[in-house]
């Protein structure tokens, strides 16, 4: 039996998405806010988790994991993760450093919107920069809350990288220029750039902003819901950034975190 037409676009789509992503795996981890480039990073990432995590050998969920860098973080703190993406190529790196540190993390081929586990599997849902590539963020927020027991907790961390203004796209321009004439570096090489066509397949391409993610928990039932600001991580990102980077970087950057209803 063939597949309705519109699960087949559907299909085809996150087959692109894991294309694109299978292609910026080699890089990913050098730009600045992708891997965690220093210690004081590292220790700050910590913070931010020990504040809205307060229990000890947690089951956690990374969905969207890339190349395993939150992951690992939380696998170093001794909580057991399973990392989940589309990319194949951001698994195997992720894998490569989980084996490199003796971690017991895990790590899973899988659709972020749809997590292949048993209800009620994790205790925290975690993901950093995941909505904005999503057709159907509704749907996801949705299906994580299912394989969260009930009291578990979703934590998104995301930012707003383009409003549609003048001024974001000024900055990324001004800053290419700057990377190509003083690094002499491609700016996009590690970054997976999406066509017009696939953005607009996507709800929430420039970026999802706080409201709105407030919006989809809300609709999916969560309780508590709660937002940091990380700008001190932003900041402490920005030091090891070269300038075009610098000149790019100015974005709202926040964690929300929700709880399931008991």
Known sequence: MSMPESQN???ELKEIVAQKWDLASENFDSHAGHGIQSE??????KNVFQ????????RILDVGCGTGELSILLAEMGHNVTGLDLSKKMLEIARSKNEARKLAATFECGDAENPPFEAASFDVVLNRHLLWTLPNPKTAVK???????KGGKVIIIDGV????SLEPRLRRLTGEVV????????????????SKELKAQLPNAGGAPPEKVKEYMENSGFKDISMLGLKEIADIQKKTMPLGAKIVFHYNYYLISGCKKA
């Open 9 to 11: 676009e559907k299909m």
């Open 40 to 45: 004081e990073e590292k220790e700050a990432w």
């Open 51 to 58: 504040k809205v995590l307060s229990e000890k050998n947690l």
């Open 143 to 149: 299906n994580w809350g299912r394989v969260l027991r």
């Open 161 to 164: 990288w383009d409003d549609g």
């Open 179 to 194: 990377t190509l004439l003083l690094e002499r570096k491609n700016p996009r090489k590690g970054h997976c750039e999406y």
